[in-house]
């Protein structure tokens, strides 16, 4: 089995089987979450199950893209102030990391906050970053423990940095004014049963599910609903008994997710630091995301008995957490990846942070300024 993974013609000639036999089972027809979280997450092959670098600030890296932690050290360094502050306020030592990538923000997060946490617990479906992480964590081996799924209870605070993006979306279309599931279909390849499909296309089947919002005018219109993150958020409120959590990721809220004019949707890939649009090439080679709407987030939150602190733009957060104030004491090189962190034109406005809690919120210090909570 080691061998699916030594190359990338090998890598997707696997992982193209294994779609195929997916779409055969299920009729000749899946969603496209069912074909995202394969891409993604299937064991071994898929883009997070794979040995590919992903993260890291540079193309000649081997990295596909970089986020904020890999970006400045300094990023972490802040959010640690939010995360302090929170772990007082709810009496617990134990921080809970979804997604962590390649170890960066566990690191930081650690270096800072020091004997505040007693235990770093990582949730991380992928074996190979794993690997990752615990070679970026080993001096604080000690503290961090790894699992493959949420326990039944747990306490302390959560965090988690470009994960809600990654969690597979249904694609719904209007077409005509009609309203149809996009999903995904096998182009005819050589019948010998070995081999696997010629490739992907797209084909529409009609459906009952909708946005939240009505969409304006008769255009035709593309667009994502999120059960499987609404899902999630749910599922933690059930689990976190006490503590609070902290997601950030680029997305908006309803209104803004499911304007009449964003009628192409926001599912995007991500290879080598560019972008594309086409998640049925290249699939397992590329990172599949697509924006999140913070109000689904919110709402299933509330629904399952988290309270909402607040919401808003990633700049405003860590301006809010003191980010100016660790940069005066940070290196030059330090101090020039703030702008990316905090200006509207990099990741500060498209960004945005959303904080959740157990019992009645308290006023954090990453939303007293600039909440938008009214907005969701």
């Known amino acids: 089995m080691g061998s699916v993974t030594k190359g990338p013609e090998i890598l997707t000639t696997a992982l193209d089987r294994l779609l195929g036999e997916a779409i055969q089972r299920a009729g000749g027809w899946i969603g496209f979450d069912r074909f995202m979280a394969l891409a993604l997450y299937a064991p071994g092959l898929g883009y997070y199950a794979n040995s590919s670098r992903k993260f890291g600030a540079m193309p000649d890296s081997g990295s596909d893209f970089v ?10 360094q802040t959010l640690a102030v939010q995360v302090g502050e929170a772990l007082a306020q709810t009496g617990t030592d134990t921080v809970w990391e979804f997604g962590a990538g390649s170890g960066a923000l566990a690191l930081q997060l650690l ?14 479906l992928s074996g190979t ?18 699992l493959d799924a949420l326990p039944e209870q747990m306490q302390g605070v959560v965090v988690g940095n470009e994960v809600l993006d990654a969690m597979p979306v249904n694609l719904i279309a209007r077409v005509g004014g009609q309203w149809y599931e996009r999903g995904v279909v096998a182009l005819p390849g050589p019948s010998d049963g070995a081999t696997p499909p010629a490739g992907w296309a797209w084909e529409d089947r009609p459906t009952d599910r909708r946005p939240p919002l009505d969409i304006d ?18 599922t933690l409120a059930d689990r976190l ?18 304007h009449p004019q964003r009628h192409m949707g926001t599912v995007m890939c991500h290879r080598a630091h560019q972008a594309d649009a086409d998640p049925l090439v290249d699939v397992g ?29 990633q700049g405003r957060f860590l301006l809010n957490c003191g980010l100016l104030t660790l940069s005066d004491q940070a290196s030059v090189a330090q101090r020039a990846s703030v702008g990316m962190l905090i200006h509207e034109h990099e990741m500060g406005e498209l960004f945005k942070v959303v904080g959740l809690s157990v019992g009645e919120p308290w006023d954090a210090i990453g939303f007293r300024e600039g909440d938008r909570s009214h907005t969701l």
Request: proline share 5%; net charge negative; charged share 20%.
């Open 67 to 76: 986020t904020a932690p890999e970006l400045s050290p300094l990023f972490g």
């Open 111 to 124: 270096d800072t906050l020091g004997d505040q946490v007693k235990h770093y617990r990582i949730v991380d």
């Open 129 to 146: 970053l794993r690997a990752r992480q615990q070679q970026t964590l080993a001096r604080h081996a000690a503290k961090v423990e790894w």
């Open 217 to 234: 005018g008769p255009h035709d219109y593309l667009t994502e609903i999120h059960p499987q993150a609404e899902a999630f958020v749910a």
């Open 241 to 258: 008994t006490r503590g609070a959590a902290f997601f950030i990721d680029y997305g908006f809220p309803e209104s803004e997710y499911y």
């Open 285 to 313: 080679l590329k990172d599949i995301t697509a924006h999140v709407n913070f109000t689904g987030i919110a709402l299933a939150a509330q629904d399952a008995g988290l309270s909402v602190m607040g919401y808003c733009s």
